[in-house]
C-alpha cells in the first residue's frame, strides 16, 4: 500500500405506552406528577467494535487475497507488478512505499536478531522503488518463516491499525459516518494511502467534499458516501493495477444501496466476480 505522508444523541422519544398514558391523564384531569423522558437509543457500534473490525478484515481480504481467512495472510508475498516492489501480509504491506520497510523495523525492535532483521538495509535502499535488490533470492520465504512467529503476527496488526485502520476510523467517526462509511474509508486508505498525491485517500475525500457534505456538516450520510464512492472510483482508474472496481460496484454500494449503514450481517457481496457471504 501507499506509504502515508503517512451521533448526535436521538432526541428523546415517547413510547407508545408513555403518549396513550399521558393523553388519558390529561383526558382525566389527572395528571400524577412530571414525565419521565424515555432513555435514547444506544448508538450503533462503530467499525472499531470487535466484531465490526473482523468483519472488516474479511472485507478487505476478499479482495486483497481472494480469501475471507485474512489471518492465513500473514504469510503471503508477492510481487503483483504494480510498481511497488513485493506486496505481503495482511495489508499488503510494500516494499517500494515504506510501510513493509516500517513493518521490519517495529519487529526488529521488539525481537533484535528475527530472521528479517538482516533485509532492513535492503528495504532501505529499495524503498521509493519496484526493485527486488537485495531482496531476492530468500526474501519471500524467510518472510514467510517469520510469518510463523506470533511477535511478528502482533507486528503486522499494530502497524495496519496505526497506518491504516485507526485513522480510517476516526476521520469517518469526525465525519459523522456510521460503520459502513468508516468500513468505506478504511477500505480506500489501504488501497491508496493518505498521502499528498491526488489518488491519496485525503484527496479522494477532498473530492466528494466538492460534491457533497458529510453528516457532521448537515449533510446526508447517503448521498455524501456515494460522492465518495465517485470519487474513490475516480481514483482507482487513473491507475491500471486498481482499474477494477468491483470492490466498490458489487461490494460497498451494494450495501449502500441497500441502507446497511451500520454494516449488520448477514452481508452478501463479490469482488472479480467471485461471491463472498458473512452470516
Not at 503476527?153 to 469526525?174: C, I, L, S, T
Not at 473530492?207 to 472510483?233: C, I, K, M, W
Request: one cysteine or more.
Amino acid at each position: 500500500m501507499v506509504h502515508p505522508d503517512r451521533g448526535t444523541a436521538a432526541p428523546d422519544r415517547l413510547s407508545r405506552r408513555t403518549v396513550v398514558a399521558v393523553f388519558g391523564a390529561v383526558a382525566t384531569g389527572s395528571l400524577l406528577g412530571p414525565r419521565r423522558a424515555a432513555a435514547a437509543p444506544a448508538a450503533a457500534p462503530g467499525l472499531d467494535d470487535p466484531a465490526k473490525k473482523e468483519t472488516a478484515m474479511q472485507l478487505v481480504s476478499s479482495a486483497e487475497n481472494s480469501s475471507l481467512d485474512w489471518k492465513a495472510q500473514y504469510r503471503y508475498i508477492e510481487d503483483i507488478g504494480d510498481g511497488r516492489g513485493y506486496t505481503a501480509g495482511i495489508i499488503g504491506f510494500c516494499s517500494g512505499t515504506g510501510d513493509m520497510l516500517d513493518l521490519v523495523q517495529l519487529y526488529t525492535d521488539r525481537k533484535p536478531g528475527n530472521v528479517l532483521a538482516t533485509y532492513l538495509p535492503a528495504l532501505r535502499k529499495v524503498n521509493g522503488t519496484d526493485s527486488h535488490a537485495g531482496l531476492d533470492p530468500d526474501f519471500p520465504e524467510t518472510w514467510r518463516r517469520a510469518a510463523r512467529d506470533t511477535v511478528f503476527q502482533r507486528a503486522q496488526n499494530d502497524e495496519r491499525d496505526r497506518v491504516y485502520f485507526n485513522p480510517a476510523v476516526a476521520q469517518g467517526k469526525a465525519d459523522g459516518l456510521r460503520a459502513l462509511g468508516q468500513f468505506i474509508y478504511y477500505d480506500a486508505i489501504v488501497m491508496h494511502g493518505d498521502g499528498d498525491d491526488p489518488t491519496s485517500f485525503r484527496n479522494i475525500r477532498r473530492r466528494a467534499l466538492r460534491s457533497a457534505e458529510p453528516p457532521a456538516q448537515g449533510g446526508n450520510e447517503t448521498t455524501y458516501l456515494n460522492a465518495f464512492l465517485d470519487a474513490r472510483v475516480w481514483a482507482m482508474r487513473q491507475e491500471e493495477a486498481h482499474s477494477d472496481t468491483s470492490r466498490v460496484d458489487t461490494e460497498q454500494r451494494v450495501f449502500l444501496r441497500k441502507g446497511n449503514l451500520d454494516l449488520n450481517t448477514p452481508l452478501d457481496w463479490k469482488v472479480y466476480g467471485d461471491s463472498y457471504h458473512v452470516g
